[in-house]
């Protein structure tokens, strides 16, 4: 017995020895693949009930009884991961985002929502995208990006706006989609003080539903720009992102030499019947050879960008705040062309119970210098590089500049470019405060009060300063002057929204009322002085003058917004969609009869994926259909329109000694009637997801018209004044958009791709003045307007004359006669233009000329890619715009002997059968071949374009947590590194207003840009 209870009790020792030797303590950390720790992710032994979660710095303890246990992590948007025990006692987790597009949540007017139920058309810029791009302006970052919405730089300069048209042009007004920024109405302008880096998400508003809650100013689009909040509960993080980088033109003119200058003058002189300008005497003395471009390009010009910034969190509160620096010269006229910011951001939360509040405040210091971008007439501007002739040197021997007067060359605007750039002195100086304060009451439960107001002051400063200088009889300033201007502009909006929401089973409802008050306004004072006892910039004040130079001016003006709005959100399960909204606004442009506007929208969506009947299945995983109709206004025209207005800024002299008075007198016609430029927009769409969402594919079809077209008549110049504007057009936007993305990875490769591609059809429906069209845009060296808006062609085509081919003989040109025998083109020559005279008249006027071209691309699309491999990552983003023209009026053929390019020279005619597509050269030009508006000047605009390469590495967390640093990641980016086009000029993407667009006038070019960059995390 007693051998029998001690091998029982050896038994139990044994198997309690086992059972000890199998318990184990596993602790480690939880992070996603940036290290964010993820607070409350959950640890369990797969299999049973035992678990634990992550603390507020992703670590975790748990103690397991079996060493051969799995356990199991999980996060709310984050995939499943299994991972063996194997006796480990420490085991970090890197976890994988699982949240696909459909899954993310978008920002919407006054909200946010669950992209599963949206029924509007909505585009989100992708994070990362954000995150890699190294762009001055945020505008750039939205280029090929979203579907539908076309970016065009107006110019390459640092720090200029860009043209951005969302669903194409449905105004010849301010055309520009409405900027919400944290909350508060922008203008594209006033978006210079945003750092790129502080930027969180960027949502795109396009169709009439979703835009409709702005009401009179979501006509154009919306796009909503939300900056960086912290986490409650996160640990103080430290991060650093900077690059320093070289900027060079991507493109340069092959312009011609000294030789090749001179024997094209010479021959257009002969083929004008006159004798040559340079005889062989002068030719010998002629010694320079001068590339204009050369001396105007700042080569290897630096960019730099520098942000610091904190973010952290507690149980109740979160900030997040950022110092930064950008400076940034152009690629052009060193020293005057450059852009420099200084920026600094603080944004907190804070939550007290039932009450929320927070702040989010921006101040910015900009500094801006630059040259005439796109002018045809400024001596400030790249134009003078392409027709100033290359036998003027930059200075003589003796070191004075040189001029083409010099040379016995008149010609007018047209000097040398490097000495009116020493003479540029201009600087403008911002300094802005943007931001806000709001506060969120939960009364009963669901039931949410919201009270935000949000404010943008600007400071800004001009000044110029110009010496005395006498360069040529064109060019000159008999005395040194001075010209300050300063303005001062305020926006604020307040905001008071209450929303409600309920679910009971699976019924969800969400209500909205609000009501908002914006005011802007705008004060200005300038004043000038001459005959400066000083003669520098730096000491250029307005006390420094001892004489008066010009009349001190100033004006102010202010405009009110006031609105109720409403909106009701339905869904069924996620399955069934329903969405209304409604908003009433009344606006100070209008008078009192046309003051309020009511803009209705409706949508519904609905999930068919989620259906019993859809098959289960691995290929197609979520498919869902939605429908909206809706909407908007726009009140973008100048204030108190419908009333009569006078104006004080005529001079009158009388009596013998002839006294200066001010006149007033009426300032324009009014007209009480002006009313909103309403749009309205019918879209259908289509959202699916393959492949277990890894594939989606978003689709979208628009029909949009712009009725009560707010255009401004003709009016004889003999009533004095000028017209009010007035409703009286319509046009018509169609268009279809595609979203193509895929994201995957396969063992330690992650890749995604994606595709944005949209396709826009304008079409003037009508048009209610006496001519039934207008016309704008001009190229001076070509005669008259350009654009034209008619009915049945599109918003703003070229408008020129058809060109059916060159004269090779003068038989040719006798055989060119009108019904009644008579020669068309009296002083044509073998080689100049031939000239269709549509109807018949013998005559060359307005009704010859044809649709030339659209300036708008019919396509544009934008391709990313990106590929992560263990530290590596590779970033990729091409841009394309096809369908479109572009009117080169680069060359001053009005003023004579001014350059050309190897590509005039090379294709000129020069006899029967040279070519005909261009005309022989002459100076007089008496066929006007070059001040005609024709085909001639026209170039395929279409372009595929490199606009970022990046190539980064990220240090193993495992080195790096080691010294206490969170990340480091090491990059080198390119941008514009490659250009495909046909397109001769300096610069392919040429932007602009409604009828100004599409017209190079010596465009400022983009930058081929390379930077070396770091991003450092503590």
């Not at 929502?113 to 909505?122: E, F, H, L, R």
């Not at 005909?916 to 008496?926: A, C, E, T, V």
């Amino acid at each position: 017995m007693i051998k029998k209870l001690t091998l029982f009790a050896s038994m139990l020792i044994g198997f309690g020895v086992m059972a000890f030797s199998q318990s184990l303590t596993v602790n480690g950390k939880i992070t996603d693949k940036e290290g964010n720790p993820l607070v409350g992710a959950t640890v369990t032994v797969k299999g049973t009930t035992t678990g634990t979660i992550a603390d507020i710095d992703g670590n975790y303890v748990l103690d397991i009884k079996a060493n051969e246990a799995t356990l199991v992590y999980s996060f709310i948007g984050y995939t499943n991961q299994e991972i063996p025990v194997n006796n480990q006692s420490v085991i970090n987790v890197v976890m994988e985002s699982d949240i696909t597009d459909i899954d993310e949540v978008v920002v919407v007017g006054y909200g946010t929502q669950k992209k599963s139920v949206v029924t509007g058309a909505i585009a989100k810029v992708d994070q990362d995208i954000l995150e890699k791009s190294s762009t001055t302006r945020i505008e750039q970052a939205l280029q090929g990006q979203t579907a539908g919405v076309v970016v065009l730089n107006n110019s390459g300069q640092p720090g200029d706006n860009l043209t951005v048209r969302i669903r194409g042009v449905g105004t010849v007004k301010d055309a520009d989609p409405l900027f919400i920024v944290d909350g508060l109405p922008l203008e594209k302008e006033s978006l210079d003080f945003l750092n790129p880096a502080d930027i969180q998400s960027v949502e795109v508003l396009k169709d009439a539903s979703s835009t409709a809650i702005y009401g009179t100013r979501g006509a154009n689009g919306v796009v909503i720009i939300t900056t960086k909040t912290g986490r409650n509960n996160e640990k103080i993080q430290v991060s650093y992102k900077g690059y320093y980088g070289i900027q060079n033109p991507w493109h340069e003119i092959d312009m011609l030499n000294k030789d090749q200058y001179i024997e094209l003058i010479n021959e257009g002189r002969a083929n004008d019947d006159r004798t040559p300008l340079f005889e062989q005497e002068m030719i010998d003395t002629l010694r320079w050879d001068t590339d204009w471009q050369d001396e105007m390009y700042y080569y290897n010009a630096p960019k730099q960008s520098h942000t610091l910034s904190i973010t952290g969190g507690t149980e109740n509160s979160a900030y997040s705040t950022s110092l930064s620096h950008l400076n940034q010269d152009g690629i052009v006229a060193k020293g005057k062309s450059n852009f420099e910011r200084v920026g600094f951001r603080f944004n907190s939360t804070h939550d007290i119970g039932i009450f929320k509040f927070g702040t989010n405040v921006n101040f910015a210091n900009i500094t801006k210098q630059g040259i005439d971008p796109n002018d045809q007439f400024s001596p400030y501007s790249l134009i003078q590089a392409m027709n100033t002739p290359p036998i003027i040197p930059v200075t003589f021997d003796n070191g004075e500049w040189a001029t083409p007067e010099d040379f016995k060359i008149g010609l007018q605007e047209i000097t040398n470019p490097t000495a009116m750039l020493s003479y540029l002195n201009r600087k403008e100086t911002i300094n802005k405060v943007v931001g806000g304060v709001f506060g969120e009451l939960e009364i009963i439960r669901g039931l949410i009060l919201r009270t935000h107001f949000t404010t943008e002051l600007s400071y800004i400063t001009n000044d110029t300063y110009t010496p005395e200088y006498n360069l040529d009889a064109t060019h000159i300033s008999l005395q040194n002057s001075v010209h300050k201007k300063i303005a001062k502009y305020s926006r604020w909006n307040f905001d008071n929204t209450l929303r409600y929401s309920k679910t009971i089973s699976d019924h969800s409802i969400t209500g909205m009322v609000g009501l908002t008050y914006f005011k802007n306004w705008y004060e200005d004072l300038g004043a000038g002085r001459s005959q400066l006892i000083f003669d520098d910039f730096d000491r250029a004040f307005l006390d420094n003058g001892t004489s008066a130079s010009g009349t001190p001016y100033g004006g102010f003006r202010e405009n009110l917004l006031a609105s109720v709005f409403g909106r009701i959100n339905y869904n069924y399960y996620e399955k069934y969609l329903l969405e209304m909204v409604l908003r009433r606004d009344g606006s100070s442009k209008f008078g009192s009869d046309y003051r309020f506007g009511l803009f209705p929208a409706i949508s519904a969506g609905w999930v068919v994926s989620k259906e019993n009947f859809f098959p289960n299945q691995d290929v197609l995983n979520y498919a869902k259909k939605r429908v909206s109709w809706g909407r908007n206004g726009n009140d973008q025209i100048a204030d108190f329109q419908y009333s009569p207005t006078i104006s004080n800024d005529d001079i009158y002299f009388f009596g013998e000694n002839q006294d200066m008075y001010y006149g007033i007198r009426p300032a324009r016609i009014p007209n009480s009637e002006v009313r909103w430029e309403t749009s309205e927009q019918l879209n259908i769409g289509f959202n699916t997801g393959f492949l277990n969402n890894k594939i989606t594919l978003n689709c979208d079809f628009y029909d949009k018209r712009t009725k009560d077209w707010l255009l401004t008549p003709p009016t004889m110049e003999i009533l004095g004044n000028a017209p009010s504007d007035e409703n009286m057009g319509e046009v018509a936007n169609k268009g279809f958009e595609i979203e193509l993305g895929h994201k995957n990875k396969i063992n330690n490769l992650f890749y995604s791709l994606s595709l944005m591609s949209g396709f826009n059809k304008s079409e003037v429906i009508r048009i209610e003045n006496p001519d039934n069209s207008f016309t704008g845009g001009t190229a001076f060296a070509q005669k008259g307007d350009i654009l034209r808006v008619a009915p049945g062609e599109p918003l703003g085509y070229f408008w020129g004359y058809n060109i059916l081919g060159v004269f090779q003989t003068q038989e040719e040109i006798d055989a060119h006669v009108d019904s009644e025998g008579n020669l068309l083109q009296t002083s044509a020559k073998p080689g100049d233009f031939i000239f269709e005279d549509r109807n018949g008249d013998g005559l060359f006027t307005d009704d010859d000329k044809i649709n030339l071209g659209n300036p708008y691309p019919k396509f544009n699309t934008g391709i990313n890619m990106s590929l992560e491999w263990k530290g590596l990552d590779l970033y990729m983003f091409w841009y394309s715009a096809i369908g479109h023209k572009v009117y080169l009026a680069t060359r001053r053929y009005d003023v004579g002997a001014v350059n050309y390019s190897q590509d005039d020279y090379d294709n000129r005619w020069t006899g029967p059968g040279s070519t005909n597509d261009n005309p022989r050269f002459s100076l007089r030009d008496g066929n006007k071949n070059y001040s005609r508006p024709s085909g001639y000047f026209l170039y395929d605009g279409d372009y595929l374009r490199l606009k970022n390469l990046t190539l980064g590495y990220t240090i193993p967390k495992e080195l790096t947590l080691r010294t206490n640093i969170h990340k480091v990641r090491f990059y080198v980016s390119t941008e514009n590194l490659l250009t495909f086009t046909k397109y001769p000029g300096l610069e392919v993407e040429v932007g602009g207003e409604p009828l100004n667009i599409g017209i190079d006038k010596g465009v400022y070019p983009q930058a081929r840009t390379i930077l070396f960059g770091l991003d450092i995390t503590f």
